[in-house]
């Protein structure tokens, strides 16, 4: 068996039918690099293949009421890869725009947590002959990190069925015995006190150096200092998604010349995305929006008393330029932004948020969960933040999924309460992809917002090539 975190429980205790923590991804393929053609049932197969060599992919929850702490992983013995994986056809005419509405439809259902957490949908019928692949996977089991290692595993350099790794086939999560369940978990909650003694002195510092930073302008945004905007209220469980790709090297055209980050252009083209959006809608606060945008601790060191998990994560606020009006005015004032905030998340311990997670209490979360949504608490309170904004980098060659040639590959995270809006990019081969989701409540079509994102990047680039043209005539 394996425990699963704080952090990694938390994404189960904080689920309910309307905030449902699974991460998605949506991959275009082209079948015509399949040997011998592509068939699902031959797909379907090949999978199968792939995942004994897999643990992760046939893990699922175990618990029970001698368990006095978080619930484990255990090998499901009763796997069956045809109720994970799913075969439909999208309706006609086949374009982006159904092919969006019909991964929505799925984003909105849970995942069956008797069985390992995780889908396959198969989508057929696309109008340009290819095939789309939806990936679902429950946060308790992924994150940014280990979703792409996960996924990796899926692909290859050549369409040819790698071989598989001996070391990992059939290598399994293993059972959960009673008393060995039972005593490592009683073990665990005895012990966990003995982290406060380390916990305190690191966390009780953290709002009096916020406030002095503050006070001197070089801290991020508090949490619950954001903006009011009709993203910010409870959502549902209906979802809309929308997704676009730029060339990866405009974005670096941009970067070059500005002298900034590629994060910068990303957030940069977000806030102008955004400031767009909310202003068609009459409601684009003077206030700029705060994004909350996850960030990888896989490199800390842990100490004794944190469960190991897969969740290594923790969150940096920034604040964006949707205050600023030009594409290169924001570019320039999110780079100034961008930079106060890490310098400040660089000096916070990178597993705060994971140590203190180690104490959620189940049921109590998950009544406050559904208390919190149900009631609307969200517009009750401050904002804590606006909307999620992350930024993954991916390979930059080209990649065969199952036997298919990779065409595009766009992400989508989950979305919460108090923040229904989720903006995820991902750099694939000469490509940065973009992938909204939100609660369909308060954002029923999604579309402007990647097409703003789309010319946002146009603009840039159009001032990068009028100052190279100023350039050449002065000389």
Request: some cysteine; proline content about 7%.
């Amino acid at each position: 068996m394996e425990r699963l975190s704080g952090l990694d429980a938390s994404f189960l205790y904080l689920e309910s039918r309307s905030q449902l923590m699974h991460v998605s991804g949506i991959l275009e393929l082209d079948p015509g690099t399949v040997e011998g053609g592509y068939r699902f049932e031959d797909l379907r197969g090949e999978l199968a293949r792939r995942i004994t060599a897999m643990p992760a992919f046939r893990r699922k929850l175990h618990d029970s009421v001698v368990n006095l702490d978080h619930p484990v992983w255990v090998e499901d013995e009763s796997f069956d890869i045809e109720a994970h994986v799913h075969r439909v056809a999208v309706p006609a005419p086949g374009g982006q725009t159904e092919l969006a509405e019909l991964c929505a439809h799925v984003a909105g259902l849970p995942l069956d947590r008797s069985k390992p957490l995780w889908e396959m949908w198969v989508i057929e019928g696309l109008a340009d002959g290819r095939i789309a692949i939806m990936m679902r996977m429950h946060h308790a089991g992924v994150d940014g990190v280990t979703g792409a290692g996960l996924m990796a595993q899926l692909c290859a350099l050549t369409p040819e069925p790698p071989a598989l790794d001996p070391a990992m086939v059939d290598k399994s999560t293993g059972g959960a015995p009673v008393l060995a369940l039972a005593a490592d978990g009683a073990k665990n909650v005895l012990l966990r006190p003995l982290s406060l003694v380390s916990l305190l002195p690191r966390t009780l510092p953290v709002p009096v150096k916020w406030w002095t930073r503050s006070r001197r302008g070089a801290a991020m945004p508090a949490p619950f200092s954001a903006p009011r905007t009709s993203l910010n209220s409870s959502i549902t469980g209906h979802r809309a998604i929308a997704f676009a790709a730029v060339p990866l090297a405009d974005v670096k055209k941009i970067k070059d010349h500005f002298g900034v980050k590629v994060n910068d252009v990303v957030l940069a083209a977000c806030s102008g995305a955004m400031r767009e959006f909310l202003h068609d809608r009459g409601e684009l606060p003077e206030q700029p929006l705060v994004a909350m945008i996850p960030v990888s601790v896989h490199q800390a060191e842990i100490g004794a008393t944190l469960t190991e998990g897969t969740n290594k994560v923790t969150g940096m606020f920034t604040r964006m330029t949707t205050d600023v009006d030009g594409p290169v005015e924001r570019l320039e004032a999110i780079r100034e932004r961008v930079a106060t905030s890490k310098e400040h998340h660089g000096e916070l311990d990178d597993n705060l948020l994971r140590s203190w997670a180690q104490f959620a209490p189940a049921s109590i979360m998950q009544m406050g969960a559904r208390i919190y949504g149900d009631r609307n608490l969200p517009e009750l309170h401050p904002v804590v933040y606006n909307l999620v904004i992350s930024n993954v980098p991916g390979p930059d060659i080209p990649l065969y999924f199952l036997g298919a040639r990779i065409h595009s590959m766009y992400p989508l995270g989950p979305v919460f309460h108090g923040a229904g809006l989720n903006v995820t990019v991902f750099s694939q081969e000469g490509t940065l992809n973009i992938g909204v989701i939100a609660c369909k409540k308060q954002v029923p079509d999604p579309w402007p917002i990647v097409r703003a994102f789309e010319r946002d990047i146009a603009a840039l680039v159009a001032a990068v090539d009028a100052a190279g043209n100023e350039e050449s005539a002065e000389q």
